[in-house]
């Protein structure tokens, strides 16, 4: 009982906007920490791909990075805008594959410990697009805005 007092005064109509002002004011306050987290991650560890004696031994994993070039000593991988150089023979990687990849941080820079392809990376990518495609569609034709408000068609 005491729950529906807390929350029945945030349901009113008269408070519609405040309510969507905090819902957009967090959604923006989390999704600003999020990008703050992966950037401070990412310049990490290119620092530590830059001098390896900072973190000798550590482990680095690199989910979903594209291979841009592939030679016979190693490979170089895009990681957001960073390009990062892996020692290790990976057989068969190509330009433009996306792999994941487990380095560790060596005196030489990283080197590979595993890698991982993704080949249908595309095709989930394609997928999703579809899915959001095909939900805005029954949103606009199963729904209408009436009176300000969201209501069924019908």
């Known amino acids: 009982m005491r ?3 807390l929350v029945a005064p945030l349901l009113q109509d008269t408070r519609r906007l405040w309510v969507w002002l905090g819902c957009l004011g967090l959604g923006s306050a989390l999704v600003l920490a999020h990008g703050e987290r992966v950037s401070r991650r990412e310049a990490e560890l290119v620092r ?11 482990k680095a994993f690199l989910a979903l990075v594209e291979v841009v070039s592939v030679d016979a000593a190693g490979f170089s991988v895009l990681k957001q805008m960073n390009v990062l150089r892996i020692d290790g023979a990976a057989p068969e990687l190509r330009p433009g594959e996306t792999v994941s990849v487990i380095a560790t941080v060596e005196p030489g820079g990283l080197g590979l410990l595993s890698v991982e392809r993704h080949p249908w990376r595309g095709l989930k990518r ?8 095909l939900t ?5 034709l ?7 408000r969201l209501v069924e068609r019908g």
């Open 3 to 5: 729950y529906n007092r």
């Open 142 to 148: 199963g729904l209408r805005v009436h009176g300000g």
């Open 136 to 140: 805005g569609l029954v949103m606009a």
């Open 126 to 133: 394609a997928l999703g697009m579809i899915g959001v495609g």
């Open 48 to 58: 530590c791909a830059a001098n390896p004696s900072l973190c000798p031994g550590r």
